[in-house]
């Protein structure tokens, strides 16, 4: 009996796995009256009962000498195997993972189901005011190793360090102020800036230089004045072109100092040639070794860079970094927690990661005396370094030894030769070994290698993979590429968080939107023949049609679209393709202040810049938040998420209003104070 129930359970699992494809042999031969089978039998009565099943019957030999068959069969031909000794034979029901039961409910039943949440959701809001517990800060091991945690830095008065982060874009996230942004990726010239990054790679770089703690992250020097230059794609790949255009916009705005985690083993003249460039113009270079275990990449391995290994926690340099006669100074490279999308975070290693490090001290250092030159920055940080025990060519980064410094190499370094007339003591502070980060639970390693970022830590995406994340990332950006056909913000309004539809000038209630994308996300994209646009509060039939026609034209291109396509993934992309249209009314449906437009064509400011009425996008990264969460137990997102963040973001000193968001926010349900406030029902629509 109890072998039985073993091998049981695996007859489910084979089930769940043959579904697919059994569906399809059920549907064909359905008038047949057959249905199709899982037969569980030792092997004697298999080949007892082999003759009475069909030619194209499936068998797999399980443990303990018993068949697994999957057969079509009629009912008369079931009942006769049924008979035989040493045999279990059950229709192949199809099951579904994560259901709160196996039946499918009806349309009646969903829609009451869809009400019962609305409901929990009004009454969530009703409910005392949410309030966060702020938590202890914490440094991270790689600030600790570089003793860069507390250091009191006196700043020139005359402005602030400018750097720019060459890399694959940076989101806007909690925590990370971004100064100004250049898009040279074409594919993804036309993607809101809060979600251009598409790895993950350059915001997490631009959280070691300078977050601020709000996010569990914190940079070394949050004051600085960071630039996303994007030039890494959706692989963290970029040509030689743009690299080249992404060096002299740094040359052209006064950049000073350029953070390169990328490289390539050949040889460019034409790279050389821009790094020479911005060399010239007093940039600071600074740049990753590699991670092949290999020789030194450019364009680090170009004189003009500041070439930078990775160490672990116990300060050896990491087995994986490229190493040569280039290198100049070690830094944190393993295990090191950094900002990921959507709020998250995720703990992830290489020379990448490294060079941040380098760049937040040099700016530190720099933004003492802005008239320093690159020179000065870099040999200072080069001779305070730690020794470490398994390189000659170069020390650990020492931030606190170098700032220690600065007076005596300010004495010795003659700026017109570029150098110092002596070296600065050898600095006999032993490095500082962490051995218990490697037992740490909390670290989950991650790793860039093109789209594959393995591993995420929890915080603002807890609860999710990284697959997950991936394609609700994928998802999110969706509607602005080519090749979705939605791109058209004119066409396509409905996508675009508009308020009003371009052509035929019917209203479109952008929550009501945004909850009938999200909720048949929830049902993994599957439209349910009866749905109507009366089961989605507020939402008028133009838009519940076109968006209907829409999501099944996903169908035929998931495949490439999606990581790998499963009911899932569907889900999750779908969902992150309704996120797009709420974040995406917070950049199209708002106006300043005194009501007017703030849109494209016109001289007016720019709604996709983040730092215009900032918080419009500060508010739609917190529904975005709300959003994921009730993602978690599959609800959908509707008026309630975007009050809760309104209540959150939109004080007194928020500038801008919302088009018609308190007649959207009723009609689909939900009231609050909050909306009045925001609230603006007709735009003045500037001239072009």
Not at 235 to 247: P, Q
Not at 407 to 436: T, V, Y
Not at 537 to 542: A, D, F, M, P, T
Request: charged share 30%.
């Amino acid at each position: 009996m109890n072998k039985w129930k073993k091998v049981v359970g695996n007859v489910m699992v084979a089930s769940m796995i043959l579904t697919n494809t059994s569906a399809i042999s059920v549907a064909a031969k359905e008038t047949e009256a057959e249905k199709q089978y899982v037969i569980l039998a030792e092997n004697d009565a298999y080949e007892i009962m082999g003759s009475e099943l069909p030619e194209d019957a499936e068998k797999e030999t399980l443990e303990s000498d018993t068949s697994l068959v999957v057969a079509t069969l009629t009912e008369k031909e079931a009942r006769q195997i049924e008979k035989k000794e040493n045999v279990i034979i059950e229709e192949d029901v199809l099951l579904k993972a994560s259901e709160e039961d196996d039946k499918e409910y009806s349309a009646e039943e969903k829609r009451k189901r869809r009400q019962e949440i609305k409901e929990k959701k009004k009454k969530s809001l009703e409910e005392a005011e949410e309030t966060e517990d702020s938590e202890e800060e914490k440094t991270e091991w790689n600030l600790q190793a570089i003793r860069a945690e507390n250091l009191d830095v006196s700043k020139d008065a005359n402005g602030k360090i400018k750097v720019a982060v060459l890399d694959s874009g940076i989101d806007y996230v909690t925590g990370i102020d971004i100064a100004g942004s250049v898009n040279f990726v074409e594919e993804d010239e036309d993607i809101l800036p809060i979600f251009q990054d598409m790895t993950g790679h350059g915001t997490g770089i631009a959280s070691i230089i300078a977050a601020n703690g709000e996010n569990d992250i914190k940079g070394i020097n949050p004051d600085v004045e960071v630039y996303s230059v994007k030039i890494l794609d959706k692989e963290n790949s970029a040509t030689l072109s743009r690299v080249i255009r992404g060096i002299y916009w740094c040359i052209e705005n006064n950049i000073n100092i350029i953070n390169m985690s990328f490289g390539t083993n050949v040889y460019s003249a034409a790279l050389e040639q821009a790094v020479k460039d911005a060399y010239n113009a007093g940039i600071l270079m600074i740049g990753a070794a590699g991670n092949e275990g290999e020789s030194v990449e450019y364009p680090a391995a170009f004189e003009e860079v500041m070439a930078v290994v990775a160490t672990d926690e116990e300060a050896n340099i990491s087995d994986f970094s490229n190493r040569g006669d280039e290198l100049e100074i070690a830094a944190p490279g393993e295990k090191v927690k950094v900002s990921g999308f959507f709020d998250g975070t995720s703990v992830t290693h290489g020379t990448s990661i490294a060079v941040p490090h380098v760049v937040g001290v040099a700016s530190l250092v720099w933004e003492k005396d802005l008239n320093k030159s690159s020179e000065f920055v870099r040999q200072l940080i080069e001779q305070s370094a730690k020794q470490i025990d398994n390189i000659n060519e170069c020390g650990l980064l020492d931030a606190e030894n170098t700032l220690k410094n600065y007076e005596e190499f300010e004495k010795i370094f003659d700026e017109e030769q570029g150098k110092a007339s002596r070296r600065l003591e050898e600095n006999q502070q032993a490095p500082e070994r962490f051995e218990e980060i490697s037992e740490d639970q909390a670290y989950v390693e991650g790793r860039w290698e093109g789209t594959d970022h393995k591993a995420a830590v929890d915080k603002g995406a807890a609860g999710f993979t990284t697959e997950a994340i991936t394609n609700i990332k994928k998802g999110i950006v969706y509607p602005d590429r080519e090749a979705s056909g939605w791109q058209n913000g004119k066409k396509h309004s409905r996508w675009h968080g508009k308020w009003e539809e371009y052509t035929y000038h019917y209203e479109i209630n952008y929550i009501a939107a945004c909850e009938m994308v999200t909720n048949i996300a929830t049902e993994n994209g599957v439209i349910a023949s009866d749905i109507t646009y009366d089961d989605y509060w507020g939402l008028s039939k133009e838009v519940f049609d076109d968006l209907k026609v829409d999501i099944k034209g996903l169908k035929s291109k998931y495949s490439t679209l999606l990581t790998t396509d499963t009911p899932e993934n569907r889900k999750y992309f779908l969902y992150g393709c309704g996120l797009h249209i709420i974040t995406d009314a917070f950049a199209h449906s708002t106006t300043k202040g005194n009501g007017t437009l703030i849109g494209h064509g016109y001289d007016n400011g720019d709604p996709d810049d983040t730092s215009y009425h900032h918080r419009r996008y500060q508010t739609a990264v917190k529904v975005v938040e709300y959003a994921l969460k009730s993602l978690q137990d599959d609800i959908y997102c509707d008026g309630e998420e975007v009050i809760k963040a309104l209540k959150q973001i939109y004080t007194d000193e928020a500038t801008y209003k919302m088009i018609k968001i308190k007649k959207y926010v009723n009609d689909n349900g939900y009231s609050n104070a909050i909306l009045s406030k925001v609230n603006i029902d007709t735009p003045k629509i500037p001239k072009s």
